[in-house]
């Protein structure tokens, strides 16, 4: 199994930036995609991005956001680390929410990978807080 572990939420103004850490260990070989989905209050659980690789080299991997993400976020890959990153950048009010990274076992490509429901292991969630 898998077991994943969120740093790097906090408290920042609008307009600010953070980047969300993502550590994994245990089972990490038999995992090809990992995403990053938030969850603010009263509202369901969102797709933010993803990262899904075959080959080891860095221009292998390939990435995917949530249209409301793009050209703000990015998310990335540090195999030696075992971890992926969510660079978040020019953030809003809106962008407040307990974000969970998240990975699954099969490569996935385009909107294949925003379903919560097919990534088998959670992280427990990091808070990000956006103040006006």
């Known amino acids: 199994q898998v077991q994943l572990v969120e740093s790097g939420g906090g408290l920042v103004q609008a307009g600010g930036s953070l980047r969300l850490s993502c550590a994994a260990s245990g089972r990490t070989s038999s995992t090809y995609a990992m995403g990053w989905f938030r969850q603010a209050p009263g509202k369901e659980r969102e797709f933010v991005a993803a990262?899904?690789?075959?080959?080891?080299?860095?221009?292998?991997?390939?990435?995917y956001y949530a249209e409301s993400m793009k050209g703000r976020f990015a998310i990335s890959r540090d195999n030696a680390k075992n971890t992926v990153y969510l660079q978040m950048n020019n953030l809003k009010p809106e962008d407040t929410a307990v974000y969970y990274c998240a990975a699954r076992s099969r490569y996935c490509s385009g909107n294949g990978c925003n379903l919560a429901g097919e990534y088998e292991y959670w992280g427990q969630g990091t808070q990000v807080t956006v103040s006006s």
């Open positions: 990262i899904a690789w075959r080959a080891i080299a860095w221009s292998g991997d390939r990435t």
